[in-house]
């Protein structure tokens, strides 16, 4: 079964203690992105990886990292967490062999809370 | 930056009413996708519309997209508790990433 698996899928931390969300998927995609989700703002892409070892900046990357050292594997890491970073967590993937605008598929979300 | 507004935010509806969502890009769009996401779900893709003036129908949702490649809209016709959920359009940039709008959340009234 297709799967992209995001863990863990909640968590409530505290301010400045380093955390990572890992995103896994089993599609071969090519494409992995990282979205947070916030009342009234939609989606806001965080990083996006195009491939292995391809990491860009979305809209709101600041105060998070990724890397993308193998293909199926693409964790989002808080190196010193603020309570502006509470909220919900996407990890999506794509296919890009067949194309350019191909429809993500989403992981169930991780939702952190940093008090 | 390129932009994507969605209206309206919230819309409720009795069961049976229609129900529709209106989607607008800054720019024009070389597609536009459409995604659902239940309560407590995650966005799960509907649709890609790439044509101007494109009209796909599913069952009882209905999405067009504008002329000039920069609105679009979701239209469903005699609601069920099943279509709860917030609904969102997105369109890609320059750099093929999506953006999105901020979802029009559909409440089914008691």
Known sequence: ?115 | GQQVMQIPQYQHVQEGEDFTTYCNSSTTLSNIQWYKQRPGGHPVFLIQLVKSGEVKKQKRLTFQFGEAKKNSSLHITATQTTDVGTYFCAGPDSNYQLIWGAGTKLIIKP
């Open chain 1, 1 to 115: 079964e297709a799967q992209v698996t995001q863990n863990p899928r909640y968590l409530i931390t505290v301010t400045g203690k380093k955390l990572t969300v890992t995103c896994s998927q089993n599609m071969n995609h090519e494409y992995m992105s990282w979205y947070r989700q916030d009342p009234g703002l939609g989606l806001r892409q965080i990083y996006y990886s195009m491939n292995v070892e391809v990491t860009d900046k979305g809209d709101v990357p600041e105060g998070y990292k990724v890397s993308r050292k193998e293909k199926r594997n693409f964790p989002l890491i808080l190196e010193s967490p603020s309570p502006n970073q509470t909220s919900l967590y996407f990890c999506a993937t794509r296919n890009l062999r067949t194309g350019d605008n191909q429809p993500q598929h989403f992981g169930d979300g991780t939702r952190l809370s940093i008090l």
